[in-house]
């Protein structure tokens, strides 16, 4: 069973940019399909933005899609979230989530991470 750890939360200000990490130990990478999801206060967690294991194909929730970058090292073991132009509603926990295959289901994989906050203030 692989294990992800999140890092890289924060507050920052409107207009800003953050990056978030996540770092996958106790399998092998390359076989993982990888995601961050969020979830705001009082509100359902919810599809962030997606990559396949092979090949880099990638997908985000179209509230993030011109602002956040997820991309992957499979040399490192880990992914990213770069969020760029930050806005408030962006304020949540950030998880991190894999799945053995090709792709992340849509409520997320099988694994999770502990999560990090992030916050934006107005």
């Known amino acids: 069973q692989v294990q992800l750890m999140e890092s890289g939360g924060g507050v920052v200000q409107v207009g800003g940019s953050l990056r978030l990490s996540c770092t996958v130990s106790?399998?092998?990478?390359?076989?993982?399909?990888m995601g961050w999801f969020r979830r705001a206060p009082g509100m359902e967690r919810e599809f962030v933005a997606t990559?396949?294991?092979?090949?880099?194909?990638?997908h985000y929730h179209d509230s993030v899609r011109d602002r956040f970058t997820i991309s992957r090292d499979d040399d490192k073991n880990t992914i990213y979230l770069q969020m760029d132009n930050l806005k408030p509603e962006d304020t949540a926990v950030y998880y991190c989530?894999?799945?053995?295959?090709?792709?992340?289901?849509?409520?997320?994989?099988?694994?999770w991470g502990q999560g990090t906050q992030v916050t934006v203030s107005s």
């Open positions: 106790g399998g092998t990478f390359i076989n993982y399909a």
């Open positions: 990559v396949s294991n092979v090949g880099g194909s990638k």
């Open positions: 989530t894999a799945e053995r295959g090709k792709v992340i289901p849509r409520f997320g994989g099988a694994t």
